[in-house]
């Protein structure tokens, strides 16, 4: 479980987020609820803390002031910013100080679990946590496989959310671990089992180049066939005749 550490200056909403979560499903033991950065920053000297969950505005000492005081002494801590106003300045600030994500009131749930399942997984690979989490070694090489037969069994439908949701990992994250283990996005792949699957349509003489589009989930034959055209460099109508030798 990592550590995650709550601060927020107003009681319901720093009880909100430690109450109506699954964080230890999420991989995270919330270890205290604050109201300011300068009990939060009396806290992270005294104690361990992973992952910061904290407002900007707040009395004593601000999201961005801790951040600042986190970053001078050089503590790995992953510090999510949380804040009602959405002017750039805080952002762009933020940034300066390695914040990993900036997330704007009234907070989404989804948005939430998501954020938090990639910081998981982000955490897993730095401290190499794979096999002290009963994955197997090839955890990741398991799951792009795993996508790639749906990819392929699924051709006509497939998507990144549905894949993600398939391997129980965020879409962001899943993209970012399939382009790392196959040097390709999530969506050329997809398009190139598709071209490769239409390639083999293509030879059976008794389908039409519509039949094939409709195949491989295009509703349009003409974008099927820019897409094929810019796979292989000819037409479907043209591959088709130079295999029948003509």
């Known amino acids: 479980m990592y550590k995650l550490l709550i601060v927020d200056d107003?009681?319901?909403?720093?009880?909100?987020?430690?109450?109506?979560?699954?964080?230890?499903?999420?991989?995270?033991?919330?270890?205290?609820?604050?109201g300011d950065g300068k009990a939060a920053l009396d806290y992270i000297e005294r104690?361990?803390?992973?992952?910061?969950?904290?407002?900007?505005?707040?009395?004593?000492?601000d999201g961005l002031e801790l951040c600042r005081e986190i970053r001078r002494r050089q503590l790995k801590i992953t510090i999510i910013l949380l804040s009602g106003y959405s002017e750039f300045?805080?952002?762009r600030e933020a940034l300066r100080y390695g914040v990993c994500d900036y997330i704007l009131k009234?907070?989404?749930?989804?948005?939430?679990?998501?954020?938090?399942?990639?910081?998981?997984e982000e955490l897993d690979i730095r401290y190499g946590k794979q096999v002290a989490d009963d994955k197997p070694v090839g955890y990741y090489e398991q799951i792009v496989e795993q996508v790639m037969r749906y990819l392929v069994e699924n051709c006509q439908t497939a998507s990144l959310d549905e894949a993600a949701e398939l391997v129980s990992l965020s879409p962001n994250y899943l993209s970012k671990i399939f382009k790392r283990k196959t040097g390709q996005n999530f969506s050329e792949y997809l398009i190139e089992v598709k071209m490769k699957k239409a390639a083999?349509?293509?030879?059976?003489?008794?389908?039409?180049?519509?039949?094939i589009a409709e195949?491989?989930?295009?509703?349009n034959p003409k974008n099927f066939s820019r897409a094929f055209k810019a796979y292989y460099g000819t037409t479907p109508r043209e591959y088709k005749g130079q295999e029948r030798g003509q």
Do not use: K, S
């Open 215 to 219: 195949m491989l989930g295009y509703d």
């Open 106 to 120: 009234p907070v989404q749930y989804e948005f939430i679990l998501n954020i938090f399942a990639e910081v998981r």
């Open 89 to 91: 300045e805080y952002a």
């Open 200 to 211: 083999r349509l293509l030879q059976d003489v008794n389908l039409r180049t519509y039949e």
């Open 47 to 61: 104690f361990c803390v992973d992952v910061l969950l904290c407002d900007i505005r707040m009395p004593r000492m």
């Open 10 to 34: 107003e009681l319901g909403i720093r009880e909100g987020l430690r109450d109506c979560y699954p964080w230890a499903e999420l991989g995270y033991e919330v270890v205290q609820c604050l």
